[in-house]
Structures are given as C-alpha cells and as structure tokens.
C-alpha cells in the first residue's frame, strides 16, 4: 500500500496525475520486455497470414464457376473485388465492387460471362489493403502492449501466459479469415461466426490466467476479427458478446461438473445473440436451422473441448486454475496428511488462518480460493523442524536454551525451507509468493527484544525476515490473517471490542512497518479485511467471550503485560538462566 507523503499535497491536478500514469506505464513496459517482444513476433506472423489473406484470385471466395448457371436463383451476392479492364477473351469492363449476382435473383447471362471473367483472373496481390492491415495490426499490437503491462493488468504478466494468447489469437484471426474459402462459411456472416472457436479459448484463458486477462483479450481477439472478416460488424459483435459472456460465466465454476452447465448456458446464448444481430440488422431468417445447430454445437463443444485442454495446460504452464486449486485444496492430500502428523499444531493455524483468509478475501473481492489454498500450505516449512514453533511445543520451549541469534535463523528459516517445498511441490507461482512473502521482511520481535536487552548495538536486520513484503491482495490478506490468528490465541476473555482494538493494532503495526506499501490494499479494503476478522473470530471464540450487556469490556482492562509477556520479562528470564548455567 503505498502512503501519500506528509511533505506533497495530495490532489496534484489531472494533468499530473496524467504524467504520473503514463511515467509509470513507460517505466513498467521497459520491465516488461517479453511483452514487447511477443507484440514484434505476433505482428510479423499475422503480417504473413494478411499476406497470404490477400493474396487471392478474383474467383469471388475461391468458389468454382461450377456452381453456377445461367437461369439459376443465386444463394448468395457475389461483388468485384477491383475493376477489371476489357480483354480480347472478354471485351467488356467490370467496375470495382460492382455487383455480379445478387441473392434471391436469377443469374443472368451477362453475370454469367463476368463471373467467367473473373475466374479466369490470375492471382494478385492488392497492396493497398495489405498496407492498411499492416497498419490496423500495428495499433491492435500497441494497444495489446498497454493492456498487458503491469499498471493495467494489475500484475505483471508471465512470458508464457503472453506466448499462449498470442497463439490463441493468431487460431481465431486465421479462423476469421480462412473460413469464408469454405462454402459452407461463406454462406453469411452467420455462417462464418460458427468457424470461429471463441468460447473454446475465453474458457480456457479465464480458466488459467483470471477475469481480467480474459476480459482484455476479448477485447482484442473481437478487434482482430473485425479485422480479419473485411470489418463486418456481425463477427465483431458476436465474438465481443460471446467472449464477455463467457468470462462472466466461467468464472465462477468451481468442480468440471460446472464446466458442462457452462458450456450448455453459452450454446444457448451463441442462439441468443444470433438471433439479437439477426433483428439489429433486419434480415431474413432463411436458411436458420443449420445456423441454430451449429452455433450451439459450438458453444457447447467448446466447454468440454476446455475441459480436456485444461490439464496439459495447466501442468505445463503452472498456473493456478480453479480445478488446480480445488485439487490442492484437498486436505487428504500427502503434503497436507504430512503437515498433520509432523506439526498438528502448524496444521490447526493453518486452518484457521485458510478461514479467516478466505472469508476477508471474499469480502473485498479478491480471489478467495487462491488466499485459501496459499494459507494452507504457508507454513509447509516447518514440518521438517516442527518442535521449534511453539504452536506444536506441549512442554518444554527448545528456544529457552539457546541464544537469540540461532532461534532467529531457526524461525525465519521455515519460509526458505517452504519456498523449497512449493518448488518441488510444482506448487503455481501464486502459491509460492503467498509462501515467501507471508512475513515479508518484518522483525522477529520477540527474539529481537530478548537480544536487545544484552546487547542495545543489536541491528533490525539481523533479526528480520529476508522476504519482500507481500505484492498482491491475497499475498497481504494472508500475512494478516497469520499475525492476527497467531497474536489473538494469547488474548484472555476475548470480547468483541477488545479483539477488534487488538487487530486494529496489528494492522496499524503492519503499516507502520510499511508491510503493506507493495500490495493494492485501499484503507477502506484493510477495515473491511479488520470486520471480517473480528466476525470470525469472535465467532470462534464465542464460550469465552464477555458481551457489552453483561459488562463493560473495556472496565477494569488488564494491562498489556498480562496480556502479552513483555520482552523485559522474557530478557531478565533468558538472563537468569544463563548466570545460572555459569555458576553451575
């Protein structure tokens, strides 16, 4: 969370707001490289398919002269795509876009000769238009760049999430382009829209790399379809509805039994906007029974094509999709069985660490089942050297006979040891940052003040974490819920008020110590998360807890050191027991 500074007014004007934006937005694309890269190599590869695109005979869509006669009812309007000059073969002229046939009317003799005319057209390269491409794709590449850097994004994006898409959208602008040398394709626009694998590629980019991602390459696979079907407006507002629709459907499944109900509520609506655009554009629903079949095969075909596409993907390209996370979320699962046996009392905060995560990403809107799954697993590092925390210590605390310095290595080493673990794990790098950063790079400040008493020269640093404060909101929530969990279980008579003065300065610490300054948790996201958790644990600790109407929670308060040891007690305790070991 980044703090405004005292010394700056805090409402600078738009303008410098502005510059501000676009300052960052430039010094983050330098950083993402990989995006620039992959827009170079994108734009050359569909700089060749726009070549070969328009690089085409004159034969209207390929179609054969076969399929034509004269007298017979056209099913289709063919047009010219360039003028051509009157020859010795054919002694008269066609106009540029001129009309030759025109659905629903009788093909005549003279339509019948320039269809002729035009078939026997050698191939040509129209330069104007692949100029124009070259251009369009050039802007669509830009805009691609801006929305998949970090300021927007709200993350930065992995190589291999950008190396997909980018495969993905070359399939769909091939599709968009190609079909209509197809017959069947070239029918109508509504004919082409079913060609188009849409929804197979929205579930699969919702599914692995979140809403947002989705949500931009919607945007942009819509634009490059407009594109690639010579701008008819029918594919790009089909393919914008049916890609936004899809993000919004899938994103909240949560088993592969989902996967089938979404794929049926997309077959439906691909029927739905077919039928909006047919009514926008006022035109003839001949010919609709094929269309109906088709786009609903699409639709639902696409979900469970998703759902055999999704495992290999996911495992290659270690993300964290819902199903990932859902399997990693079973406790029966080895490391989780493991965490239970090696270190029960680890496992029971971890659990209670993964509810309060949960229930205050939620809240806020943050992905809930990310915080969860990195909660469980955020303490994996202490399995191997459980009776060295003392939430797994009965009797004797290890640490009372050693000095300060090597508890110190021995605590903070559970976050490398975890890290380790992930990797080894193949836990998704989501997990994994929820890992390393849960305490960033805080104090440990129980050992730190027993050091200090002996020795005041003491520096912060050797007694703090090595990690980086936490980047993301599921990362921030769950270091909160770890400190909160762990300082409120030594809390007497637990009220309401008092525990939620307590978190309240805990929180207010974990600011302080400027914790929060890399994550985007607003001041208003950090209440909500402070409610969320006094609600459950007050819940939890419900037998014990003293309520307003039965007395003043706040009379007759016993001081912090009765709460909480203070460090001064544990220093002359350390301190006695070390004459008492030189005078043995």
Same mark, same amino acid.
């Given at each position: 969370?980044?703090?405004? @500074?005292?010394?700056?007014?805090?409402?600078t004007?738009n303008?410098?707001?502005s510059?501000?934006?676009?300052?960052?937005?430039?010094l983050n694309?330098?950083?993402?490289?990989p995006?620039?890269i992959?827009?170079?190599?994108?734009?050359?590869?569909?700089?060749?398919?726009c070549?070969?695109?328009?690089?085409?005979?004159?034969?209207?869509?390929?179609?054969?002269?076969?399929?034509?006669?004269?007298?017979?009812?056209?099913?289709r309007?063919?047009?010219?795509?360039?003028?051509?000059?009157?020859?010795?073969?054919?002694?008269?002229?066609?106009?540029?876009?001129?009309?030759?046939?025109k659905?629903?009317?009788a093909?005549?003799?003279?339509?019948?000769?320039k269809?002729?005319?035009?078939?026997?057209?050698?191939?040509?390269?129209?330069?104007?238009?692949?100029?124009?491409?070259l251009?369009?794709?050039?802007?669509?590449?830009?805009?691609?760049?801006?929305?998949y850097?970090?300021?927007?994004?709200?993350r930065?994006?992995?190589?291999?999430?950008?190396?997909?898409?980018?495969?993905?959208?070359?399939?769909?602008?091939?599709?968009?382009?190609?079909?209509p040398?197809?017959?069947?394709?070239?029918?109508?626009?509504?004919?082409?829209?079913?060609?188009?694998?849409?929804a197979?590629?929205?579930?699969?980019?919702?599914?692995?790399?979140?809403?947002?991602?989705?949500?931009?390459?919607?945007?942009?696979?819509?634009?490059?379809?407009? *594109?690639?079907?010579?701008?008819?407006?029918?594919?790009?507002?089909?393919?914008?509805?049916?890609?936004?629709?899809?993000t919004?459907?899938?994103r909240?499944?949560?088993?592969?039994?989902?996967?089938?109900f979404?794929?049926?509520?997309v077959?439906?609506?691909?029927?739905v906007?077919?039928?909006i655009?047919?009514?926008?554009?006022?035109?003839?629903?001949?010919?609709?029974?094929s269309?109906?079949?088709?786009?609903?095969?699409n639709?639902?075909?696409s979900?469970?094509?998703?759902?055999?596409?999704?495992?290999?993907?996911?495992?290659?390209?270690?993300?964290?999709?819902v199903?990932?996370?859902?399997?990693?979320?079973?406790?029966? @699962?080895?490391?989780?069985?493991?965490?239970?046996?090696?270190?029960?009392?680890?496992?029971?905060?971890?659990?209670?660490?993964?509810t309060?995560?949960? @229930?205050?990403?939620?809240?806020?809107g943050?992905?809930?089942?990310?915080?969860?799954?990195g909660?469980?697993?955020?303490?994996?590092?202490?399995?191997?050297?459980?009776?060295?925390?003392?939430?797994?210590?009965?009797?004797? *605390?290890?640490h009372?006979?050693?000095?300060?310095?090597?508890?110190v290595?021995?605590?903070r080493?559970?976050?490398?040891?975890?890290?380790?673990?992930?990797?080894?794990?193949?836990?998704?790098?989501?997990?994994?940052?929820?890992?390393?950063?849960?305490?960033? @790079?805080?104090?440990?400040?129980?050992?730190?003040?027993?050091?200090?008493?002996?020795?005041p020269?003491?520096?912060?640093?050797?007694?703090?974490?090595?990690?980086?404060?936490?980047?993301t909101?599921?990362?921030?929530?769950?270091?909160?819920a770890?400190?909160?969990?762990?300082?409120?279980?030594?809390?007497?008579?637990?009220?309401?008020s008092?525990?939620?003065?307590?978190i309240?300065?805990?929180?207010?610490?974990?600011?302080?110590?400027?914790?929060?300054?890399?994550?985007?948790?607003?001041f208003?996201?950090?209440?909500?998360?402070?409610?969320?958790?006094?609600?459950?644990?007050?819940?939890?600790?419900?037998?014990?807890?003293?309520?307003?109407?039965?007395?003043?929670?706040d009379?007759?308060?016993?001081?912090?050191?009765?709460?909480?040891?203070?460090?001064?007690?544990?220093?002359?305790?350390?301190?006695?027991?070390?004459?008492?070991?030189?005078?043995?």
């Amino acid at each position: 969370m980044q703090k405004t @500074n005292d010394t700056q007014p805090v409402n600078t004007g738009n303008s410098k707001k502005s510059d501000n934006f676009f300052h960052k937005l430039a010094l983050n694309l330098k950083k993402d490289y990989p995006v620039l890269i992959l827009s170079v190599v994108a734009f050359i590869i569909l700089g060749i398919i726009c070549f070969l695109g328009v690089t085409k005979s004159l034969t209207v869509a390929a179609f054969s002269l076969n399929e034509y006669e004269v007298g017979q009812i056209a099913d289709r309007t063919i047009e010219a795509d360039r003028p051509l000059p009157a020859t010795a073969a054919y002694p008269f002229a066609i106009g540029d876009h001129e009309k030759i046939i025109k659905k629903g009317f009788a093909i005549t003799e003279d339509g019948y000769r320039k269809l002729e005319k035009m078939a026997n057209t050698k191939e040509y390269i129209d330069y104007r238009a692949y100029v124009d491409t070259l251009l369009y794709l050039f802007l669509l590449m830009i805009l691609w760049t801006l929305l998949y850097s970090k300021p927007l994004l709200g993350r930065k994006a992995a190589f291999k999430e950008l190396l997909i898409q980018i495969i993905f959208f070359i399939l769909i602008y091939g599709c968009a382009m190609f079909a209509p040398r197809i017959q069947f394709f070239a029918r109508s626009s509504y004919h082409l829209i079913i060609a188009i694998p849409t929804a197979l590629f929205i579930f699969l980019i919702t599914l692995l790399f979140g809403e947002r991602s989705s949500v931009f390459f919607s945007i942009i696979v819509s634009l490059g379809v407009l *594109n690639a079907s010579n701008y008819d407006l029918v594919p790009f507002l089909f393919t914008l509805a049916v890609s936004f629709s899809s993000t919004r459907i899938i994103r909240k499944i949560e088993t592969r039994i989902d996967m089938v109900f979404a794929s049926l509520a997309v077959a439906a609506l691909n029927i739905v906007f077919m039928f909006i655009l047919k009514v926008l554009f006022n035109e003839s629903f001949d010919d609709i029974a094929s269309v109906i079949f088709a786009l609903a095969a699409n639709g639902f075909i696409s979900g469970i094509l998703a759902l055999g596409f999704i495992t290999p993907l996911e495992q290659v390209l270690n993300t964290a999709s819902v199903f990932r996370l859902m399997d990693l979320s079973d406790l029966n @699962n080895p490391t989780m069985r493991k965490l239970l046996l090696n270190a029960s009392g680890t496992y029971n905060h971890s659990m209670m660490v993964a509810t309060l995560a949960e @229930n205050a990403c939620k809240e806020i809107g943050a992905n809930s089942l990310v915080a969860r799954v990195g909660a469980y697993y955020h303490d994996i590092g202490k399995m191997d050297q459980s009776e060295y925390f003392v939430e797994n210590q009965s009797g004797q *605390n290890k640490h009372d006979e050693m000095n300060p310095s090597l508890s110190v290595s021995v605590i903070r080493s559970h976050v490398k040891r975890g890290v380790e673990k992930a990797h080894q794990l193949h836990l998704p790098p989501q997990i994994i940052d929820i890992i390393a950063e849960h305490h960033g @790079n805080s104090v440990i400040a129980y050992f730190y003040n027993v050091e200090k008493q002996t020795n005041p020269d003491v520096r912060e640093e050797d007694f703090s974490y090595n990690g980086v404060p936490p980047t993301t909101k599921e990362s921030a929530v769950v270091m909160l819920a770890d400190t909160v969990e762990a300082a409120c279980r030594t809390l007497e008579k637990p009220s309401v008020s008092r525990l939620d003065k307590f978190i309240q300065q805990l929180i207010a610490a974990k600011l302080e110590h400027h914790q929060l300054d890399n994550c985007p948790l607003t001041f208003k996201e950090l209440t909500v998360i402070r409610e969320s958790f006094v609600t459950i644990l007050a819940g939890y600790y419900h037998s014990r807890i003293e309520y307003p109407d039965q007395k003043d929670p706040d009379a007759e308060e016993k001081k912090k050191a009765d709460e909480i040891p203070s460090s001064k007690k544990v220093a002359s305790k350390f301190k006695s027991k070390k004459e008492e070991k030189n005078g043995k």
